[in-house]
């Protein structure tokens, strides 16, 4: 033990970190089995509807090789262009608008307190209407082009990430905010460097929410109001009777859904490495 | 200004920094008549701090104990201008303290809630050198001089804080507070999250950095033996409402010693006192 600080010697970060890595091989054989449990059911719903409508001659039902055939030939040019290019551009923007809005707007609401008193009863009066209740007006002010979509996905998109900011800079940990204040940070840098970072995570699933959000919005504004489209291929399917048609337009949407919310979750996991790896260590 | 004391900072480890304080230059800390209540709900108060007066000298490490709940950290958050006191005035350095002065440090017990998780060690502590606009190449000089200073690898630096022991955190809680010159450093029960060798290693960080930099160290502990191990007076304080029970000085000579200073009969004798006060006797 030594006592005499002069002759002690320095410590190294060797001893505690350490607890996450396994054997890689045995990891590798883990991550394969979760990977797997997590596949199993999907893959077998999916042979499922295969094989129950291989020889369906139901209009209804089709056959699932003749959407996936029709899906191929439809999507990967013509419709592709024609709706999915328009419909995710709304999206992005309408998502990229409610998430700087949102964020913007929790900061403000955590620095400004006149702002807080005032908006508190707004936000949650327009936070509880349904979007979609909002169309018609918002067809009325904006017509049916490109920014009426966009304006009602930002809309509805807007609240989960705006309450999930307020409710997340909020509850930051007193401490901390304590510890800026000795450490001699101004409150705006206090804002950007602890309070921002500290209620990053509860951001993250505000905006996880948004995304869901708006992409129910984007569909639904497309179906009530458009000329292109996936919404629209989807409902001018249906209502002419090309049930094929149909079925793809849904399995597209599936499959692009399940694309945006993989690159979020990739995103969320790198930016917020820290939270995840202190997390996996308290628990480990 | 900032840069000179940049400077200083960047050679905390190997070097005297010039003499900005000498004796006789009046107290650091003049405290009148301080007294704190809180409200509790209905409009009722308790009164956590009575009345308590002492002064920290220059350069001086003065410990506070007393009975749980006496209202020490109360007192110690008054004093470093984290709380506003309800009664009496706090001077630091002849002025009345509004706010957390510049060059006053602040160690919390719980390291691994003051520390940010999501800045690595190395940018944890040069947060406080960042928002004083100090060069970039000055703050890594800083970065590692504070941590050879707190007894750490200056490679710890590129690790997050929660990848560290608690007792590794907390040092990295002390070099943050140190990165900063301040000529205060208030220390809140530190040690009373770590194990009992940790505590004994930290004691002796902190030791050190008293003598080395001749730091003013105002430190609130439950630990009698911590307190008259380290302290040049001990400020006992009784059960809450807190008033100044007794101030004992302890003439020990520094260096201290784990074992040695400990093993001592003056040390006996000075823990013996000071425990006698805390549990009530005279």
Known sequence: ?284 | MVLRRASAAAGVASTEPEGRRGPGEGPVLSVRDLGKDYLIGRGERRVAVQEVSFDVGRGEFVCVVGPSGAGKTTVLRCLSGLTPPSRGEVLLDGVPIARVADHVGVVFQDYSRSLFPWMSVAANIALPLRVRKVPREHQRKTVSAVLTQVGLDPDVGGRYPWQLSGGMQQRVAIARALAFEPELLFMDEPFASVDAQTRAELEDVVQEIHDRLSVTVFFVTHDIDEAVYLADRVIVLSRSPAVVRDIVNVPLPRPRNQLETKGGPEFNELRRRVFQLVAGGT
């Open chain 1, 1 to 284: 033990m030594a006592l005499d600080v002069s002759s002690q010697p320095t410590l190294r970060s060797a001893p505690p970190p350490e607890t996450g890595r396994r054997a890689p091989a045995r990891m590798l054989l883990r991550q394969g089995g979760r990977l797997l449990g997590g596949v199993w059911l999907f893959a077998l719903m999916v042979a499922l509807w295969w094989l129950l409508t291989e020889h369906s001659t139901s209009p209804y039902f089709p056959p699932l090789h003749t959407i996936l055939n029709e899906l191929a030939k439809v999507w990967f040019f013509r419709a592709a262009q024609q709706d999915l290019v328009p419909s995710m551009e709304h999206l992005a923007i309408g998502f990229a608008v409610a998430g700087v809005i949102g964020i913007a707007g929790g900061a403000l609401f955590w620095r400004v307190r006149v702002a807080r008193e005032a908006l508190t009863p707004l936000v949650y009066f327009l936070y509880v209407l349904p979007a979609p209740v909002l169309l018609p007006s918002f067809i009325l002010l904006f017509g049916i082009g490109s920014f009426m979509k966009v304006a009602i996905i930002a809309f509805a998109a807007l609240w989960p990430t705006l309450l999930n900011a307020i409710d997340g800079m909020r509850s930051v940990d007193p401490l901390k905010l304590e510890t800026a204040r000795t450490l001699g940070l101004s409150p705006n840098r206090t804002l950007w460097s602890i309070v921002l970072p500290a209620a990053s995570p509860q951001i993250a699933a505000g905006l996880r929410n948004s995304l869901q959000v708006a992409i129910l919005l984007m569909v639904v504004s497309e179906m009530v109001a458009s000329t292109a489209g996936i919404g629209y291929f989807i409902l001018n399917a249906q209502q002419s009777f090309e049930s094929v048609d149909m079925w793809t337009g849904i399995i597209v949407l599936g499959v692009v859904g399940s694309i945006l919310n993989l690159i979020f979750v990739i995103v969320e996991r790198l930016v917020l490495r820290w939270y995840y790896g202190e997390r996996a260590l308290q628990q480990a």
